[in-house]
């Protein structure tokens, strides 16, 4: 198909038909269209000419494009041309005019005729303004047919889903390739052998089968791929995902896994019921001897409740070693905002001997105790609650304290 350039240089050729030789337009044809754009073109051409009674072109524009169509293909013979049949049905048309049907029958002479000749060294203005009707004469329409179109009909083509079938006649295998069935040599002699009839069909059918090609039937014009509608919103896409063939190293392959297996299975118990003082001063060690364990012992910010409920001073122990882990904000996250109880007073009161508390956690966890020992009725444990929040250290905690117990003896 031609695109949008080449239409727009193919209309400027049939517009030069007013100042430009047929010659130069012909000629200017060839530098710009070759090989498969020249077909498309004339093809387009066609279309274009296909009715005058349209009057798509205009007289001149009509000269000019007969003749592209016809000189596109002059080095061949005329029955090669594939627009052959187009010429010959605009030269017997009876409701074109006259100047175009003899321009036609020139044309279509133009190989043999020498007044032909000069014909396309004139502008399709000249022509048609010195044209003179009675000096042509017009041949039927069988006429041409049968000087052009048959032989179209008559020349070899070839068609290849045709060549490309297995033959329903079989070679007789006795009668060598190019000889005639039916020479004298061929008959029957009294005595003697048949030539013809004698030979091994089973070898014929097999070469026969083994020389027919079966790669498949192509089409005889190239199509173009049909054009991709755009994908609307909510279409499924169909993905293919790229295979990934590069070699992945797995670096946990061969790997120790029995890091921490001790104190894994100790923490695992830990977070469900209170530690013998010989468990608990075995996870306590380990974790002193190796501080990177507490990075593989299974324990998670959701289950640090249960560890300060179960084993508290194993918590503490764990929350130190962890102060300097990117997790460490979740592990205080939890611990402020879990139940209110002794034990986890009692961690926070260690933790502020041991490490800096951030202060907003600080604050949030006393304003906890106050909240909490406001709700508690009985006094024994009101009075437990108090002195733990009262044993954080800090002059700052022990303002917020002493506040604490001014509002709680009111």
Partial sequence: MLGFEDCGKLLRLINGGEDKTIEEIVADFKSNFSGVLQFYACAALDLLTSNPKEKT??????????????????????????????????????????????FVLQLLGSSSMIDSREL?????????????????SFPTREHLQQQYCDKTLSEPFKFYFKDHAVKNVLPDPDVPRGCNSNSPEFDAQPGLTPKIGSGNRDETVAGLISSSSLEGLSPQWIRPSPPRFPVMDGELLWLNPEINHELLWDYGMCADTSRGAAVRDLIGKALKAPLIPVQQEQVLVELANDPKLVYHCGLTPTKLPDLVENNPMIAVEVLIKLVNSPEITEYFTVLVNMEMSL????????????????????????????????????????????????????????????????????
């Fill in 120 to 136: 396309l060294k004139q502008s399709a203005a000249d022509y048609v303004k010195n044209f003179d009707l009675s000096s042509h």
């Fill in 343 to 410: 034990h986890s007073m009692e961690v926070v009161n260690r933790l502020t001997t041991t490490i800096e508390l951030p202060t907003e956690f600080l604050h949030t966890y006393i304003s906890n105790c106050i909240s909490a020992c406001q709700a508690i009725k009985f006094m024994t444990y009101s009075l437990k609650y108090k002195h733990s929040a009262s044993s954080f250290p800090g002059l700052e905690k022990q303002r917020d304290c002493f506040a604490f117990l001014n509002h709680w003896n009111r």
């Fill in 57 to 102: 072109l205009s007289p001149t524009q009509r000269l000019v494009a007969l003749a592209i169509i016809y000189q596109g293909y002059a080095s061949q013979q005329p029955s090669s041309n594939p627009f052959i049949s187009k010429l010959v049905d605009a030269a017997c048309d009876d409701e074109a005019e006259k100047y175009e049907r003899a």
